[in-house]
């Protein structure tokens, strides 16, 4: 086995900030923004220093937030851990604002701005004009309010609990129960758990109402009719517009929502039920015991280790360096938060995985798609700035996306029986095409809601309601479910946290689609692309990344069409 990527290798060496340097207030952070603020900058070589400094000073201040975050995430218990992360959202990230947008304009307003390498910074230099043209004063405070606002999403959700079998089960631990082959457990467990999530439904409606208010004001402030257009603008979608997300609403209701349509009538006949209920949707459809590639967090993390070694040593090499550093948490326990995320640390150059594993097929999934994340940070963490490691999520999602699907040559590490390994490819392909049209409810739903920000709660169900039957399979009978279905929404963590990051799941999806099918074709030069594009964080365009992968940023109807043929095609050979 080969060594660790040392850790020495891939921090960032400080030349601009002491060694030893931890925020505790302001005064500690002030002297270097200031600095950087009064700096002269008489030729292009210091221009080009400021810009390393002022990189060293984010990678250092993100890292610490990064932390920060962390750490509240995985125990939602400890109001130590909570004030720390709003410690910093209330007392640094609001002064830290000006100063941002004071060292952009000294940036473009520099004299030696034209110096610089044209290739090497324009995408840089086109996200900060940005930056500054939706820069307001009067938002800096709604920011603050509106971050930690976000967070109740994940404390509410945190304290949802059910009791089976006089067992307190965590949502994510009680999913499992799902795929039980006892229909009527499966359906005890799925009510259990929607009757959970109702009790904090108003709770969490008045929260997104809240959230929409303030991300309006936002809008306003900027010189935007609403957020989803200043979201467009401060994400930074400079390679696609709106009437895209449009068209790949579209592309999918036509080309995939009726072959999930033919994937459920399949599930009912197998299954030998005249209606096909939500808690049906997960268990197995020969009636076999559920997926359960791992029983433990640690042997997630070695058995993923052992897979990435097989695709590429440096994949696997990634992964030894956090597990030897502990930037790893995988298991599901009370008080910890939802979800799961890979975190980049800009400064150590080693990210952070956080997951509520409980040993599923889907946790391994999650592991997989945020071991992409991870061993992008690696790729990417040899750029010169932290600014170009910052990529779009419709590159990021690719590398992880990619990963999922690349991977599954090698997934004999989880699945020894071959019987199993088919089952685990048959769920994940299945999966593939399942998570389209779910993209499509999510996006086109923010849309809908952010053109009409000042919408009722029966306005804001009614919108769901139609959405989800536009895009929601046709066969599950929801009768009796009705409530659940129209809060479904709320499981999704994104709407309250990260609003509008979510069509990249579609966009990077059909990527990896694309990648997958060049390394079936030819994996040596696959892989080989991959990790070149990765290498590039956000040097270049969206397309132009995507090219370098050996792909098309399409996502029109007839390349949805190609995509998806394919993956039937490679679901027919499983199924041999």
């Given at each position: 086995?080969?060594?660790?990527?040392?850790?020495?290798?891939?921090?960032?060496?400080?030349?601009?900030?002491?060694?030893?340097?931890?925020?505790?207030?302001?005064?500690?952070?002030?002297?270097?923004?200031?600095?950087?603020?009064?700096?002269?900058?008489?030729?292009?070589?210091?221009?080009?220093?400021?810009?390393?400094?002022?990189?060293?000073?984010?990678?250092?201040?993100?890292?610490?937030?990064?932390?920060?975050?962390?750490?509240?995430?995985?125990?939602?218990?400890?109001?130590?851990?909570?004030?720390?992360?709003?410690?910093?959202?209330?007392?640094?990230?609001?002064?830290?604002?000006?100063?941002?947008?004071?060292?952009?304009?000294?940036?473009?307003?520099?004299?030696?701005?034209?110096?610089?390498?044209?290739?090497?910074?324009?995408?840089y230099?086109?996200?900060?004009?940005?930056?500054?043209?939706?820069?307001?004063?009067?938002?800096?405070?709604?920011k603050?309010?509106?971050?930690?606002?976000?967070?109740?999403?994940?404390?509410?959700?945190?304290?949802?609990?059910?009791e089976?079998?006089?067992?307190?089960?965590?949502?994510?631990?009680?999913?499992?129960?799902?795929?039980?082959?006892d229909?009527?457990?499966?359906?005890?467990?799925?009510?259990?758990?929607?009757?959970?999530?109702?009790?904090?439904?108003?709770?969490?409606?008045?929260?997104?109402?809240?959230?929409?208010?303030?991300?309006?004001?936002?809008?306003?402030?900027?010189?935007?009719?609403?957020?989803?257009?200043?979201?467009?603008?401060?994400?930074?979608?400079?390679?696609?517009t709106?009437?895209?997300?449009?068209?790949?609403?579209?592309?999918?209701?036509?080309?995939?929502?009726?072959?999930?349509?033919?994937?459920?009538?399949?599930?009912?006949?197998?299954?030998?039920v005249?209606?096909?209920?939500?808690?049906?949707?997960?268990?197995?459809?020969?009636?076999k015991?559920?997926?359960?590639?791992?029983?433990?967090?640690?042997?997630?993390?070695?058995?993923?280790?052992?897979?990435?070694?097989?695709?590429?040593?440096?994949?696997?090499?990634?992964?030894?360096?956090?597990?030897?550093?502990?930037?790893?948490?995988?298991?599901?326990?009370?008080?910890?938060?939802?979800?799961?995320?890979?975190?980049?640390?800009?400064?150590?150059?080693?990210?952070?995985?956080?997951?509520?594993s409980?040993?599923?097929?889907?946790?391994?999934?999650?592991?997989?798609?945020?071991?992409?994340?991870?061993?992008?940070?690696?790729?990417?963490?040899?750029?010169?700035?932290?600014?170009?490691?910052?990529?779009?999520?419709?590159?990021?999602?690719?590398?992880?996306?990619?990963?999922?699907?690349?991977?599954?040559?090698?997934?004999?590490?989880?699945?020894?029986?071959?019987?199993?390994?088919?089952?685990?490819?048959?769920?994940?392909?299945?999966?593939?095409?399942?998570t389209?049209?779910?993209?499509?409810?999510?996006?086109?739903?923010?849309?809908?809601?952010?053109?009409?920000?000042?919408?009722?709660?029966?306005?804001?169900?009614?919108?769901?309601?139609?959405?989800?039957?536009e895009f929601?399979?046709?066969?599950?009978?929801?009768?009796?479910?009705e409530?659940?279905?129209?809060?479904?929404?709320?499981?999704?963590?994104?709407?309250?946290?990260?609003?509008?990051?979510?069509?990249?799941?579609?966009?990077?999806?059909?990527?990896?689609?694309?990648?997958?099918?060049?390394?079936?074709?030819?994996?040596?030069?696959?892989?080989?692309?991959?990790?070149?594009?990765?290498?590039?964080?956000?040097?270049?365009?969206?397309?132009?990344?995507?090219?370098?992968?050996?792909?098309?940023?399409?996502?029109?109807?007839?390349?949805?069409?190609?995509?998806?043929?394919?993956?039937?095609?490679?679901?027919?050979?499983?199924?041999?």
């Amino acid at each position: 086995m080969q060594a660790l990527i040392s850790s020495n290798s891939t921090s960032i060496s400080r030349n601009f900030l002491p060694k030893k340097l931890s925020i505790d207030s302001w005064n500690t952070l002030a002297p270097f923004y200031e600095a950087l603020k009064t700096r002269p900058i008489n030729s292009k070589n210091d221009l080009e220093k400021w810009l390393k400094d002022r990189s060293e000073l984010e990678a250092f201040v993100g890292e610490d937030v990064g932390w920060r975050y962390i750490k509240m995430n995985i125990d939602t218990t400890d109001e130590q851990l909570e004030k720390s992360f709003n410690f910093f959202v209330n007392e640094i990230e609001p002064k830290i604002a000006p100063y941002e947008n004071s060292f952009n304009q000294k940036l473009i307003q520099s004299s030696f701005l034209d110096e610089l390498d044209t290739e090497t910074y324009f995408v840089y230099l086109r996200a900060i004009k940005k930056e500054m043209e939706i820069y307001r004063d009067e938002n800096i405070p709604l920011k603050t309010q509106l971050t930690e606002e976000a967070q109740q999403y994940g404390a509410i959700s945190a304290k949802m609990t059910i009791e089976i079998d006089g067992k307190t089960n965590t949502l994510q631990q009680a999913s499992i129960y799902l795929k039980s082959t006892d229909r009527k457990l499966r359906e005890e467990v799925y009510k259990k758990i929607a009757q959970r999530r109702l009790q904090d439904a108003q709770k969490l409606d008045d929260l997104f109402t809240s959230l929409i208010k303030k991300r309006q004001q936002l809008a306003l402030n900027t010189g935007f009719e609403n957020y989803r257009d200043y979201m467009f603008a401060e994400m930074g979608r400079f390679d696609y517009t709106k009437q895209d997300c449009f068209d790949f609403h579209n592309s999918i209701a036509k080309e995939i929502v009726p072959v999930i349509n033919q994937f459920d009538e399949n599930r009912k006949t197998k299954l030998k039920v005249t209606s096909l209920k939500p808690w049906d949707k997960m268990v197995d459809v020969d009636g076999k015991s559920p997926l359960q590639p791992t029983q433990s967090g640690a042997e997630l993390m070695d058995k993923t280790i052992a897979c990435f070694h097989n695709i590429h040593p440096y994949f696997g090499q990634c992964m030894e360096t956090m597990k030897e550093m502990k930037h790893v948490d995988l298991e599901s326990k009370v008080g910890k938060a939802p979800g799961g995320f890979n975190y980049p640390l800009n400064e150590s150059g080693v990210p952070f995985i956080y997951m509520n594993s409980v040993g599923s097929q889907r946790d391994m999934i999650t592991m997989l798609h945020e071991g992409g994340h991870a061993v992008h940070s690696f790729l990417s963490h040899p750029l010169a700035l932290t600014a170009f490691k910052d990529v779009p999520s419709e590159v990021a999602e690719l590398a992880s996306m990619s990963m999922e699907l690349i991977s599954m040559d090698f997934w004999d590490v989880f699945y020894t029986n071959e019987e199993e390994l088919k089952r685990a490819k048959r769920e994940q392909l299945e999966g593939v095409l399942n998570t389209l049209p779910w993209v499509a409810t999510i996006d086109k739903f923010q849309h809908l809601l952010y053109e009409n920000p000042t919408h009722t709660l029966m306005q804001r169900k009614e919108i769901w309601k139609n959405i989800m039957d536009e895009f929601s399979s046709s066969v599950v009978d929801w009768s009796d479910c009705e409530d659940e279905k129209n809060y479904y929404w709320q499981k999704q963590l994104h709407l309250f946290e990260v609003p509008f990051y979510y069509i990249e799941y579609g966009m990077a999806q059909l990527g990896a689609i694309a990648v997958w099918r060049n390394y079936k074709n030819n994996p040596t030069k696959a892989i080989e692309q991959y990790m070149e594009a990765l290498k590039l964080g956000y040097t270049k365009p969206i397309a132009e990344i995507y090219a370098t992968a050996g792909i098309k940023f399409d996502f029109s109807q007839e390349y949805i069409h190609e995509l998806v043929t394919f993956v039937k095609s490679e679901l027919d050979k499983v199924e041999k």
